[in-house]
């Protein structure tokens, strides 16, 4: 099929990059993964050359700064994929925390490790990042449009004087896994697993708080 606009012929392509996400024609985000996987290969890659002269802290650093900023861009929406795409990028930070040990060799368990350096795993993050969104849909930061669009509608309140919260939110019904993995569903599914005490605090202490609780439960869902 041909598409025209303005007299000329759109060529159609598997993928597409835009604002560095790459979509792919199935939005399977394959594409994306690639080469979200040869940057994180990277960052792995100069952590390992430079563990044996810097320590820990200034290893973190680096890591934050070549891996984790490459993760957490457009999280929402390449997470989506199903997890057995995602596991060799999952492999892939494995490989960049292990350089963050002094000594290479100790035979310690990945969860560990993300535990004891406080950084969240690939399924964390994702579930971190979701969780903040759901924090301004909740507080009525974002514009109408973006919470008209997760057509999510509360179950549950909270009274306070001359105030009311929501606690929950309904969870639609997902008969596929696809729409299990979408944001309308992972959203609330999300936010109702959030201690309530958290939903009330000031924004950057529910990230903070989130973040903990996310690193001391991991894989909550």
């Given at each position: 099929?041909?598409?025209f606009?303005?007299?000329?012929?759109?060529t159609?392509?598997?993928s597409?990059k835009?604002l560095?996400?790459?979509?792919?024609s199935?939005?399977k985000w394959?594409s994306?993964?690639?080469?979200l996987?040869k940057k994180v290969?990277?960052?792995?890659?100069v952590?390992?050359?430079?563990?044996?002269?810097?320590?820990?802290?200034?290893?973190?650093?680096?890591?934050?700064?070549?891996?984790?900023s490459?993760?957490?861009?457009g999280?929402?929406n390449?997470?989506?994929?199903?997890?057995s795409?995602?596991?060799?990028l999952?492999?892939l930070?494995n490989r960049?925390?292990?350089?963050?040990?002094?000594n290479?060799?100790e035979?310690?368990p990945?969860?560990?490790?993300?535990?004891?350096a406080?950084i969240?795993?690939?399924?964390d993050?994702?579930?971190?990042?979701l969780?903040?969104?759901?924090?301004?849909?909740?507080?009525?930061?974002?514009?109408?449009?973006?919470i008209n669009?997760?057509?999510?509608?509360?179950?549950?309140?909270i009274?306070?004087?001359r105030?009311?919260?929501?606690?929950?939110?309904?969870?639609?019904?997902a008969?596929?896994?696809?729409?299990?993995?979408h944001?309308?569903?992972?959203?609330?599914?999300?936010?109702?697993s959030?201690?309530?005490?958290f939903?009330?605090?000031?924004y950057?202490?529910?990230?903070?708080?989130?973040k903990?609780y996310?690193?001391?439960?991991?894989h909550?869902?």
């Amino acid at each position: 099929m041909n598409i025209f606009c303005s007299q000329q012929t759109i060529t159609q392509v598997d993928s597409v990059k835009y604002l560095g996400i790459l979509s792919d024609s199935s939005l399977k985000w394959t594409s994306h993964l690639e080469n979200l996987g040869k940057k994180v290969a990277g960052g792995a890659s100069v952590l390992f050359k430079l563990q044996p002269f810097a320590d820990v802290h200034l290893l973190t650093i680096v890591y934050f700064c070549l891996v984790y900023s490459h993760l957490i861009y457009g999280i929402l929406n390449w997470a989506t994929a199903n997890w057995s795409s995602i596991a060799d990028l999952a492999k892939l930070n494995n490989r960049a925390i292990r350089s963050l040990l002094v000594n290479r060799r100790e035979r310690i368990p990945h969860r560990d490790l993300f535990y004891s350096a406080r950084i969240l795993q690939i399924k964390d993050i994702y579930n971190y990042e979701l969780a903040k969104h759901m924090y301004k849909i909740y507080h009525n930061i974002f514009p109408d449009y973006i919470i008209n669009g997760f057509n999510i509608s509360a179950t549950a309140k909270i009274r306070v004087p001359r105030q009311t919260f929501k606690l929950t939110y309904k969870i639609p019904l997902a008969k596929t896994l696809n729409e299990q993995h979408h944001s309308s569903f992972r959203g609330p599914t999300i936010w109702n697993s959030i201690p309530n005490d958290f939903k009330l605090v000031t924004y950057f202490r529910f990230c903070r708080l989130q973040k903990n609780y996310l690193i001391d439960h991991p894989h909550i869902l």
